[in-house]
């Protein structure tokens, strides 16, 4: 996660123009202030923006500065999840925050993703049976409903030599197996973000870190 010179500058220049951008009160409020307002920025998918921020507002403050300190432990999760990491930096003296998160991502890994290849394969060769693979029978039945009865009339359009009519059948067939094939995907990539998203807050939780951002 070590991120190149051009980066760290280009995410400094993008915090101090939000923090001139902001009104005048904001510009003028306390290190604490500024924090709980990158968090909130954060809690609304705003990632980049809020670890600007906090990048920018720190290299203001003092080297032991407590908020300096909470401010970089913060930019730092903050970047660990906008990149879907799991593995922290090494953490510059003086940060016990990171050091409380390290600690508990040794004693708690990041659950092992569940391959997607079976899902796609299934999807593909039999539709509806991706959505059953996961459990999730109700849209199985669905993506079933959808197809078959389609493939169907396809085929029996094509046995009929119904020239358009089958091209037609075809194509609607088609169209409707590649959604449910990328319904089936979408699931397993959205359960495989719900686990990181929810391993992350227990990583920030046990920092230490003061507020939620999410």
């Not at 920018?56 to 990491?85: F, G, Y």
């Not at 197809?147 to 009929?160: G, I």
Request: hydrophobic share 50%; aromatic share 10%.
């Amino acid at each position: 996660m070590n991120m190149s010179l051009p980066y760290r500058k280009s995410l400094l220049c993008m915090g101090l123009l939000s923090l001139l951008l902001l009104p005048t009160t904001t510009v003028e409020a306390s290190p604490e202030q500024v924090y709980q307002q990158a968090l909130q920025m954060a809690s609304e998918l705003r990632e980049a923006e809020a670890i600007a921020a906090l990048q920018a507002s720190a290299s203001m403050l003092p080297a032991q500065h407590v908020w300096k300190i909470r401010m970089l432990a913060a930019a730092t999760l903050l970047e660990l999840k906008r990149q879907r990491l799991e593995q922290l930096p090494a953490q510059p003296e003086g940060i016990s925050n990171l050091t409380l998160a390290a600690n508990y991502a040794l004693t708690n890994p990041l659950p092992e993703a569940k391959a997607s290849w079976p899902v796609v394969l299934l999807a593909v060769v039999l539709p509806g049976a991706g959505h059953a693979w996961q459990g999730r029978w109700r849209d199985a039945g669905v993506a079933a409903m959808l197809v078959w009865p389609m493939l169907l009339l396809t085929l029996w359009a094509a046995r009929r030599r119904m020239g358009p009519v089958t091209l037609f059948f075809a194509m609607i067939t088609v169209w409707l197996w590649s959604g449910t094939v990328y319904s089936s995907v979408s699931l397993v990539e959205r359960t495989t973000l719900d686990v990181y998203t929810f391993w992350w807050q227990g990583l920030w939780q046990a920092s230490g870190l003061p507020g939620r951002p999410w």
